[in-house]
């Protein structure tokens, strides 16, 4: 098992949404600032020259229970759980304030160069660092539909703009998520809660680059599933988005 790190995050109103449901986007963030967050403090006293990469999200996968999220106090668990080469997975766990299981999870990420952009190998000291054994089973991969299919999506132009980049000065990978939502409309939300969330992260969006959300609704007997191609106007993929929804 990983070395466990927890933290608590203050939900507020603006969390959450017209129907007093939490935004995914909001879950997503406290995910990426928990993970960010345990490797610099774990790895504070080890010299810079120790590190050679940074790591970037590759994809996310989140269940969410029907338990009902409101404004005050969650805890954040979150656990390495696989260093193999350049790749790691880290897996979470949500709780509310009466410490009832909100949300469980995955997430891959990839060890890069900050100057090429090239994958490097993951130090192997972080293994006993983290108390993540070197062999570790590897979680399952995430499985998306190919575009074969992309003239049934729904189709709605995007530019990129200043306010959707972060710190490294591409769009921030939670937007996505929000283009992703606002492609389904109001009307459509007003009706679903969502339930699981996939996320694949192919290329980077930089700012004023125009992209293309592409949108698919299926519905089955239990849930409704959506899927996003976020693609530029060359039909090259982004990032793929599916949510699910009761």
């Known amino acids: 098992m990983g070395l466990k790190y927890e933290r608590e995050y203050q939900l507020n109103y603006f969390d959450f949404d017209k129907n007093y449901q939490i935004k995914p986007a909001t879950l997503m963030n406290f995910l990426q600032d928990i993970s960010t967050r345990h490797f610099e403090e774990a790895t504070r006293e080890v010299p810079c020259g120790d590190l050679p990469g940074i790591w970037v999200i590759v994809e996310w996968d989140i269940k969410k229970s029907d338990v009902q999220l409101k404004a005050g106090m969650i805890k954040?668990?979150?656990?390495p759980i696989y260093f193999r080469k350049f790749i790691?997975?880290?897996?979470?766990?949500?709780?509310?304030h009466e410490n009832e299981l909100v949300l469980t999870g995955y997430s891959k990420w990839a060890y890069i160069d900050s100057d090429n952009r090239k994958q490097v190998n993951i130090p192997r000291f972080l293994n006993t660092l983290f108390h993540v054994e070197a062999d570790a089973e590897k979680p399952e991969k995430l499985s998306f539909n190919d575009l074969s299919e992309i003239e049934s999506y729904s189709e709605r132009n995007l530019q990129?703009?200043?306010?959707?980049?972060?710190?490294?000065?591409?769009?921030?990978?939670?937007?996505?998520?929000?283009?992703?939502?606002?492609?389904?409309?109001?009307a459509y939300m007003d009706g679903h809660k969502f339930s699981?969330?996939?996320?694949?992260?192919?290329?980077?969006?930089?700012?004023?680059?125009?992209?293309?959300?592409?949108?698919?609704?299926?519905?089955?007997?239990?849930?409704?599933?959506?899927?996003?191609?976020?693609c530029d106007h060359d039909d090259q993929l982004l990032v793929q988005v599916v949510f699910s929804f009761i």
């Open 88 to 96: 790691a997975y880290r897996c979470y766990e949500v709780y509310n």
């Open 160 to 186: 990129a703009v200043y306010t959707d980049l972060d710190v490294n000065k591409h769009v921030n990978n939670i937007t996505y998520i929000r283009w992703a939502i606002d492609s389904l409309g109001s």
């Open 76 to 79: 954040v668990v979150t656990e």
């Open 196 to 230: 699981e969330l996939k996320v694949a992260f192919k290329r980077e969006v930089f700012e004023d680059q125009r992209i293309k959300v592409l949108t698919k609704i299926k519905e089955t007997a239990t849930e409704t599933v959506s899927e996003h191609l976020i």
